[in-house]
């Protein structure tokens, strides 16, 4: 009986990250350190008293440890109705952002619209402008339109500020859409918005939970728009509570650097939850 020898060479073995060389690790420790090393500044000055930061200095190591910082910002309750505030706002806005641009991408990307071209370019040069030459003019239409001072105008020019950037990015991972898909939704009988609702956002998913990270991010964490729209402190979400605090408390360096980690953590938490998500979302296409 023959016997059949296979003359294919053996393909080498795929690297894993467990097999990486331990040379990256050296490499990436001090840049570690130096990522963190602020955060860490930033924690021991929040868990320092008063008297100890004024005795011996900011950059100087705790003597002991308290909680005395972070019983002065949650103390008064205003960090927590600023925290409150900045989750209102950005599950409003991430949500309306990520809704309109997901449909204006599926349009754009799959349907012959005039200038659709055009209109894509208009969008995402909205982003282009300076946010400072538009303060005076988004602050009084708010007023014109009466929703001054209010949290929904807040979600209103988060999303108008944030939808072109949202859509052009969703355009082009529509577009790179197998178009067969496509077709065998249409041979099913699906129509446009069976179609967009049960493949295309399924398909969607890791660009939308990339974006949805980012926008969280960002949101949170404005301040222009936010003192732009907003005038009682009430209203106030966590950044321009801070920058309160900081004027409240001008000395009191332990109370600020408790508040700004107590608002650094509602973004830590959806960056962690999201990691793969996102991670995988910023590599899409990379492969192709």
Not at 10 to 38: E, G, K, N, Q, Y
Not at 159 to 181: D, K, S
Request: glycine residues 6%; charged residues 10%; contains cysteine.
């Amino acid at each position: 009986m023959a016997v059949v020898t296979s003359t294919q060479a053996p393909r080498p073995a795929r690297r894993t990250p467990d097999s990486r060389s331990p040379w990256f690790h050296v490499v990436m420790i001090p840049f570690t350190i130096l990522w963190l090393a602020p955060i860490i500044f930033v924690l021991l000055i929040a868990l320092r008293n008063f008297d100890d930061i004024a005795a011996r200095g900011l950059g100087a190591l705790p003597g002991s440890l308290s909680l005395d910082g972070f019983a002065g910002a949650l103390a008064d309750g205003r960090v927590a109705r600023a925290l409150a505030n900045s989750a209102i706002v950005t599950v409003f806005a991430v949500a309306a952002s990520l809704a309109l641009a997901s449909a204006a991408a599926y349009a754009l990307s799959r349907f012959r619209i005039p200038f659709r071209r055009t209109l894509l370019l208009i969008m995402l040069a909205g982003n282009l402008l300076p946010p400072q030459i538009l303060l005076i003019p988004v602050s009084r239409i708010a007023q014109d339109l009466g929703i001054y001072d209010t949290l929904f105008a807040l979600v209103i020019v988060q999303v108008g500020f944030g939808l072109g950037f949202y859509t052009f990015v969703l355009h082009g991972f529509m577009r790179a859409l197998p178009t067969e898909v496509f077709e065998a939704a249409l041979l099913d009988g699906a129509g446009s918005g069976r179609t967009f609702w049960s493949i295309v956002l399924p398909l969607c998913r890791p660009a939308l939970a990339a974006l949805a990270a980012l926008a969280t991010t960002w949101i949170f964490n404005d301040l222009i728009w936010a003192m732009t729209v907003l005038r009682t402190e009430a209203q106030f979400p966590i950044t321009a509570a801070l920058l309160n605090l900081q004027g409240g408390f001008s000395n009191s360096w332990n109370v600020i650097a408790a508040g700004s980690l107590v608002a650094a953590v509602p973004t830590a938490i959806v960056f962690f939850v999201f990691q793969k998500q996102f991670v995988s979302g910023l590599l899409v296409g990379s492969n192709k």
